[in-house]
């Protein structure tokens, strides 16, 4: 992050931490986004983290099968 990059991609950025780990990591990657403009892309299976974003895509059998606003 020391680099402020202008995209970062995650992949299941919280699949194998520990809670308070994961926590801190998504804290990390949104205020990243906020503060500096970063642009985020996530991929992740947690309905909770999902609901954080902007916007959500859904991937259903490798097709685009749902394009959502986030709450």
């Not at 402020?4 to 919280?14: F, G, H, S």
């Not at 205020?31 to 859904?58: K, P, Q, W």
Request: glycine letters at 6%; proline letters at 3%; charged letters at 25%.
């Amino acid at each position: 992050f020391a680099t402020r990059p202008q995209l970062l991609l995650a992949d299941e950025p919280t699949g194998n931490l520990d809670a308070e780990t994961g926590r801190a990591v998504i804290e990390l990657m949104f205020s990243l986004n906020r503060e500096v403009g970063t642009t985020l892309i996530l991929v992740t299976h947690d309905e909770a983290l999902a609901r954080r974003c902007d916007r959500v895509l859904r991937m259903n059998a490798g097709r685009l099968a749902e394009v959502a606003q986030a709450a």
